[in-house]
């Protein structure tokens, strides 16, 4: 084609800018309510209820290079410290939405790590916490929740909502455990795993994208199956022959040199089975392969807008059901977790609702792989954190600490997500007109 | 590249939305494919670009018989297409758009964005667009994303460049930008079919014009022809293009609109301080883009929207904070811009449709519990006066042609006893008879002494039906001018340049 000489008028008067609208100016009180809330019960709990004593944190383990002494916090005055800073932070974004600014990420960051730590510090009064076994249950309790959430990444990007990634988990943690055990190669045993969540998401794929069947019913129907086939089999199967098919033992930590030696960062990330290490992984390769490679720009054209993806030759139903597929091999691998990594067995629906964990993390992290890791970290931190206060003896009563996860699930995906918007075609199934 | 539809048909169950069409467009030529909505140009269209697999007939590029499995093929053997609805992904950039379904990537599979931008660049400036490739999609106007759709045909050496319907979200100053765009391609050798049931256009810019009527040619012309020839070979006899109407007899101000802002979620102002008078017994139009704060307008008018500040008097009653109930039963009639979603429940009976916002007593209701005696003579006696082409009033409202929907709205918001009628897109996507009767029936409602407001983003409807005409941007009225005003000046103001000043009338 040839330029056209210059005669013509051009023909852009209108620059390509963005529209702008004047904005009204709106005062968001929601953040400096919150704030203020958690401020008062700061002050009531720390301080007027506060506990005398000491509070000590265990920072390093054995084997670090460098040993950090035992910090020892005296409970009461710290707790009022803290809650002054917490009134003080809380203050600020008060002035901030006064003056009708946004209150930043940060500030919620920075003042729900000093929330956390004045209410380890109030639990632990008299006792010792051991701050970096605390995290490394953490890891160990998210890994399931991070790969869940990223099959749901990928899933629900790609258009397809995966209700089902408990029933992937569970699927991933019974093969893993029968394969492992009767090949007596817990790596036969993982990519057993993989193929079993890509067995399971794949019927939900054929369902949702093939029969058109409501695909949130789909992802129900499959967990409830799942459910019923791993007990039926577990009881049939597994039970009477225990020894040779519910024993895969439990992987190896491999520690990485130098790195696993670095107190509290070492032990909580480098000294891990290779479970953990795939993870790291994954995390990485998900978020490069959606946001910068030829894969995630298909993928995610098929979950925003299949009826354009189409018009530029993409097959947008063999896109969906390969992600899909995809998606639950890699919730299989955190199944896998759950019988080669922690447990070192099978039993009964052993994923207890992880699933639906994972998928609010999906939420709570806005459909982005990093973002989704750490709210799946979130997530696995609020559940260690029960266990380790139930046993260095916390004040709570144990049955509200065995609720603390699941509110956190609960504030972190209505309170603090409010209303985001996801894929735009999500749940959606593409049918040619 | 010398196009060639031989025998084109395609059937859907019992309808035929194509019989055996044959079009012939020349390289270099701007050919245009003319007729009403549902005639079958954009099912012909979606068969040439793989869309839809034609049951009979052949496409030849260059005299070479093509089979097209799906758009990959189409564009691979070098058709593109500029669709009604874009085909752009809002969340991406105009680079990745451009760049999606052939991706150019680096080492470890990265994709070469740079690559795409410079794309973008160089398309850009061969015809003065001013784009910027990382701008996101969703934040450009229509006008400047219908440019995306262009770049990204080219992108992919398109030789035959379809545009469906490209001007109907345009302004009007958009509209010659694009027809100078066209123009510009022809000069390069692209052929270009240009889908469109706007009169001017087309012979403005046409080379050849071939009318399609019910899925079949009816006849070539050249664009010497007069609009009224045109207009009855389209339509298959001879219409009435504008609808008479006496001049006005404005009463009082009864609805007074005073400093009226809407705020979105986003905490734009999407409505920003807009003040104006509809008298009874006129036609108040509101003209404009579409995007510009009408839809938000006329929802805070009827309490839809829940954050409005201002004042919104009928009848000396304050209506904002009113809920929809207390809008309704003050006397507002309300047809909305999208009927099938808003103005309608496609799976309920014409009947049923008919009584939706009477639902809450008599004559419809008599202690909760319907009256079907009462609601099937009104329906009865409804579809005869409103024309309502129906097998019954007990046919589902989803299954009725676009043109029999409207009516069922209009009857039902006309059989109220009004104080103030308003019309969103009253004839959106309509066959010319039903635009007839529509345009009718809102002049009658105005001439039993109805104050009306019409929302339009239509210039000819625009110009047809008001008494005074009010131009929205970006959320403001750009001024209020007299029916009788040219539309070059509407077209300026459409774009958000005030008029000389006597034009502004009060």
Same mark, same amino acid.
């Given at each position: 084609?040839?330029?056209?000489?210059?005669?013509?008028?051009?023909?852009?008067?209108?620059?390509?800018? +963005?529209?702008?609208?004047?904005?009204?100016?709106?005062?968001?009180?929601?953040?400096?309510?919150?704030?203020?809330?958690?401020?008062?019960?700061?002050?009531?709990?720390?301080?007027?209820?506060?506990?005398?004593?000491?509070?000590?944190?265990?920072?390093?383990?054995?084997?670090?290079?460098?040993?950090?002494?035992?910090?020892?916090?005296?409970?009461?005055?710290? $707790?009022?410290?803290?809650?002054?800073?917490?009134?003080?932070?809380?203050?600020?974004?008060?002035?901030?939405?006064?003056?009708?600014?946004?209150?930043?990420?940060?500030?919620?960051?920075?003042?729900?790590?000093?929330?956390?730590?004045?209410?380890?510090?109030?639990?632990?009064?008299?006792?010792?916490?051991?701050?970096?076994?605390?995290?490394?249950?953490?890891?160990?309790?998210?890994?399931?929740?991070?790969?869940?959430?990223?099959?749901?990444?990928?899933?629900?990007?790609?258009?397809?909502?995966?209700?089902?990634?408990?029933?992937?988990?569970?699927?991933?943690?019974?093969?893993?455990?029968?394969?492992?055990?009767?090949?007596?190669?817990?790596?036969?045993?993982?990519?057993?795993?993989?193929?079993?969540?890509?067995?399971?998401?794949?019927?939900?794929?054929?369902?949702?994208?093939?029969?058109?069947?409501?695909?949130?019913?789909?992802?129900?129907?499959?967990?409830?199956?799942?459910?019923?086939?791993?007990?039926?089999?577990?009881?049939?199967?597994?039970?009477?022959?225990?020894?040779?098919?519910?024993?895969?033992?439990?992987?190896?930590?491999?520690?990485?040199?130098?790195?696993?030696?670095?107190?509290?960062?070492?032990?909580?990330?480098?000294?891990?089975?290779?479970?953990?290490?795939?993870?790291?992984?994954?995390?990485?390769?998900?978020?490069?392969?959606?946001?910068?490679? +030829?894969?995630?720009?298909?993928?995610?054209?098929?979950?925003?807008?299949?009826?354009?993806?189409?018009?530029?030759?993409?097959?947008?139903?063999?896109?969906?059901?390969?992600?899909?597929?995809?998606?639950?091999?890699?919730?299989?691998?955190?199944?896998?977790?759950?019988?080669?990594?922690?447990?070192? $067995?099978?039993?009964?629906?052993?994923?207890?609702?992880?699933?639906?964990?994972?998928?609010?993390?999906?939420?709570?992290?806005?459909?982005?792989?990093?973002?989704?890791?750490?709210?799946?970290?979130?997530?696995?931190?609020?559940?260690?954190?029960?266990?380790?206060?139930?046993?260095?003896?916390?004040?709570?009563?144990?049955?509200?600490?065995?609720?603390?996860?699941?509110?956190?699930?609960?504030?972190?995906?209505?309170?603090?997500?409010?209303?985001?918007?996801?894929?735009?075609?999500? $749940? +959606?199934?593409?049918? +040619?007109? | 590249?010398?196009?060639?539809?031989?025998?084109?048909?395609?059937?859907?169950?019992?309808?035929?939305?194509?019989?055996?069409?044959?079009?012939?467009?020349?390289?270099?030529?701007?050919?245009?494919?003319?007729?009403?909505?549902?005639?079958?140009?954009?099912?012909?269209?979606?068969?040439?670009?793989?869309?839809?697999?034609?049951?009979?007939?052949?496409?030849?590029?260059?005299?070479?018989?093509?089979?097209?499995?799906?758009?990959?093929?189409?564009?691979?053997?070098?058709?593109?297409?500029?669709?009604?609805?874009?085909?752009?992904?809002?969340?991406?950039?105009?680079?990745?758009?451009?760049?999606?379904?052939?991706?150019?990537?680096?080492?470890?599979?990265?994709?070469?964005?740079?690559?795409?931008?410079?794309?973008?660049?160089?398309?850009?400036?061969?015809?003065?667009?001013?784009?910027?490739?990382?701008?996101?999609?969703?934040?450009?106007?229509?006008?400047?994303?219908?440019?995306?759709?262009?770049?990204?045909?080219?992108?992919?050496?398109?030789?035959?460049?379809?545009?469906?319907?490209?001007?109907?979200?345009?302004?009007?100053?958009?509209?010659?930008?694009?027809?100078?765009?066209?123009?510009?391609?022809?000069?390069?050798?692209?052929?270009?079919?240009?889908?469109?049931?706007?009169?001017?256009?087309?012979?403005?810019?046409?080379?050849?014009?071939?009318?399609?009527?019910?899925?079949?040619?009816?006849?070539?012309?050249?664009?010497?022809?007069?609009?009224?020839?045109?207009?009855?070979?389209?339509?298959?006899?001879?219409?009435?293009?504008?609808?008479?109407?006496?001049?006005?007899?404005?009463?009082?101000?009864?609805?007074?609109?005073?400093?009226?802002?809407?705020?979105?979620?986003?905490?734009?102002?999407?409505?920003?301080?807009?003040?104006?008078?509809?008298?009874?017994?006129?036609?108040?139009?509101?003209?404009?883009?579409?995007?510009?704060?009408?839809?938000?307008?006329?929802?805070?008018?009827?309490?839809?929207?829940?954050?409005?500040?201002?004042?919104?008097?009928?009848?000396?009653?304050?209506?904002?904070?009113?809920?929809?109930?207390?809008?309704?039963?003050?006397?507002?009639?309300?047809?909305?811009?999208?009927?099938?979603?808003?103005?309608?429940?496609?799976?309920?009976?014409?009947?049923?449709?008919?009584?939706?916002?009477?639902?809450?007593?008599?004559?419809?209701?008599?202690?909760?519990?319907?009256?079907?005696?009462?609601?099937?003579?009104?329906?009865?006696?409804?579809?005869?006066?409103?024309?309502?082409?129906?097998?019954?009033?007990?046919?589902?409202?989803?299954?009725?042609?676009?043109?029999?929907?409207?009516?069922?709205?209009?009857?039902?918001?006309?059989?109220?006893?009004?104080?103030?009628?308003?019309?969103?897109?009253?004839?959106?996507?309509?066959?010319?008879?039903?635009?007839?009767?529509?345009?009718?029936?809102?002049?009658?409602?105005?001439?039993?002494?109805?104050?009306?407001?019409?929302?339009?983003?239509?210039?000819?409807?625009?110009?047809?039906?008001?008494?005074?005409?009010?131009?929205?941007?970006?959320?403001?009225?750009?001024?209020?001018?007299?029916?009788?005003?040219?539309?070059?000046?509407?077209?300026?103001?459409?774009?958000?340049?005030?008029?000389?000043?006597?034009?502004?009338?009060?």
């Amino acid at each position: 084609m040839t330029t056209v000489s210059g005669n013509l008028a051009t023909p852009s008067s209108t620059p390509a800018s +963005k529209i702008v609208l004047a904005t009204a100016v709106v005062k968001s009180w929601k953040s400096p309510i919150a704030l203020g809330i958690f401020a008062l019960v700061s002050i009531v709990l720390f301080g007027v209820f506060g506990r005398d004593g000491t509070s000590s944190f265990r920072l390093s383990s054995e084997t670090d290079f460098v040993q950090l002494p035992v910090l020892a916090l005296p409970t009461r005055a710290a $707790g009022i410290v803290l809650s002054i800073l917490l009134v003080l932070l809380a203050a600020y974004a008060t002035w901030l939405a006064y003056r009708a600014r946004r209150v930043n990420l940060w500030l919620i960051v920075v003042f729900a790590l000093i929330f956390m730590v004045g209410f380890l510090s109030w639990a632990s009064a008299g006792h010792t916490m051991p701050v970096t076994g605390l995290l490394v249950g953490s890891v160990g309790l998210s890994v399931p929740l991070i790969f869940g959430a990223l099959g749901g990444v990928i899933s629900e990007r790609v258009g397809v909502v995966n209700v089902a990634i408990e029933g992937q988990l569970l699927a991933g943690a019974f093969v893993s455990a029968l394969v492992a055990s009767a090949t007596r190669q817990p790596f036969l045993g993982l990519a057993a795993a993989m193929v079993a969540g890509a067995l399971v998401s794949s019927v939900l794929a054929a369902f949702s994208i093939k029969y058109l069947v409501d695909q949130v019913i789909v992802g129900v129907v499959l967990n409830v199956l799942v459910t019923g086939l791993t007990n039926f089999l577990y009881s049939t199967v597994l039970s009477p022959a225990n020894e040779t098919l519910n024993n895969p033992g439990i992987l190896p930590r491999i520690p990485i040199p130098v790195l696993s030696g670095i107190p509290i960062i070492g032990p909580v990330l480098f000294r891990q089975t290779i479970i953990i290490y795939i993870m790291y992984v994954a995390v990485i390769a998900v978020w490069y392969g959606l946001f910068h490679t +030829k894969w995630g720009l298909r993928l995610r054209s098929s979950g925003e807008h299949p009826q354009a993806a189409d018009t530029v030759g993409i097959n947008v139903n063999r896109t969906r059901f390969w992600n899909v597929s995809l998606a639950g091999a890699i919730a299989g691998l955190g199944g896998a977790y759950f019988t080669l990594g922690s447990i070192g $067995g099978f039993s009964k629906e052993m994923t207890a609702g992880a699933g639906f964990i994972a998928l609010a993390a999906v939420i709570f992290g806005r459909w982005d792989p990093i973002k989704a890791t750490f709210a799946a970290l979130l997530f696995g931190f609020a559940t260690n954190l029960q266990s380790v206060l139930a046993i260095i003896g916390s004040p709570v009563p144990s049955e509200f600490m065995l609720m603390l996860p699941y509110i956190v699930t609960i504030v972190a995906v209505a309170g603090l997500v409010g209303q985001v918007r996801g894929p735009a075609a999500a $749940g +959606k199934p593409y049918v +040619k007109s | 590249m010398k196009l060639e539809l031989r025998g084109i048909t395609k059937r859907f169950g019992a309808l035929v939305a194509n019989d055996h069409i044959d079009l012939t467009v020349e390289p270099g030529e701007i050919h245009c494919l003319l007729g009403e909505n549902g005639a079958g140009k954009s099912t012909l269209m979606n068969v040439l670009y793989g869309l839809y697999q034609a049951d009979d007939g052949e496409i030849l590029l260059d005299d070479v018989v093509q089979r097209f499995s799906g758009p990959g093929d189409a564009m691979a053997a070098g058709i593109g297409m500029v669709h009604q609805h874009f085909m752009l992904i809002p969340v991406f950039t105009v680079a990745e758009n451009v760049m999606l379904g052939h991706e150019k990537t680096r080492a470890g599979g990265r994709l070469d964005i740079a690559a795409a931008r410079e794309q973008v660049r160089a398309i850009s400036s061969r015809f003065g667009f001013d784009i910027d490739p990382d701008a996101l999609v969703d934040d450009l106007p229509v006008g400047v994303q219908q440019r995306v759709e262009i770049i990204k045909a080219l992108s992919r050496d398109a030789k035959v460049l379809v545009f469906d319907e490209p001007t109907a979200v345009l302004t009007p100053q958009e509209t010659d930008e694009l027809m100078v765009i066209m123009r510009q391609l022809k000069e390069a050798g692209t052929s270009i079919v240009f889908i469109t049931h706007k009169l001017r256009e087309v012979r403005e810019v046409a080379d050849r014009i071939t009318v399609i009527r019910l899925g079949k040619v009816v006849g070539q012309a050249s664009p010497t022809a007069t609009n009224t020839e045109l207009a009855s070979l389209m339509v298959g006899r001879a219409v009435e293009l504008t609808v008479h109407k006496d001049p006005a007899k404005p009463g009082n101000a009864d609805l007074v609109v005073k400093n009226l802002s809407v705020i979105d979620h986003r905490g734009q102002l999407v409505v920003n301080n807009v003040s104006f008078e509809v008298h009874a017994g006129e036609i108040l139009a509101i003209a404009g883009v579409q995007g510009n704060g009408q839809t938000e307008l006329t929802e805070a008018i009827m309490g839809l929207q829940p954050r409005v500040t201002g004042s919104i008097m009928l009848d000396g009653n304050e209506l904002r904070k009113a809920s929809v109930r207390t809008v309704l039963d003050a006397g507002v009639g309300f047809v909305p811009e999208d009927r099938s979603e808003d103005g309608l429940i496609a799976e309920f009976t014409i009947a049923e449709n008919l009584m939706l916002d009477r639902s809450n007593g008599e004559p419809f209701v008599k202690a909760g519990t319907l009256q079907l005696g009462t609601l099937a003579e009104f329906a009865e006696k409804t579809i005869v006066e409103f024309d309502i082409r129906a097998q019954g009033i007990g046919t589902h409202a989803g299954k009725l042609s676009g043109g029999n929907q409207q009516k069922v709205v209009l009857a039902r918001e006309l059989s109220r006893s009004l104080r103030l009628f308003v019309a969103a897109q009253p004839t959106r996507g309509l066959d010319v008879g039903s635009i007839e009767f529509v345009h009718t029936r809102i002049i009658a409602t105005r001439d039993a002494g109805t104050p009306v407001l019409v929302v339009s983003t239509e210039l000819d409807e625009v110009v047809a039906l008001a008494d005074r005409i009010a131009v929205m941007y970006r959320g403001g009225i750009v001024g209020i001018v007299p029916g009788t005003t040219p539309r070059s000046v509407l077209g300026l103001m459409m774009a958000g340049e005030l008029p000389s000043t006597p034009e502004v009338a009060a």
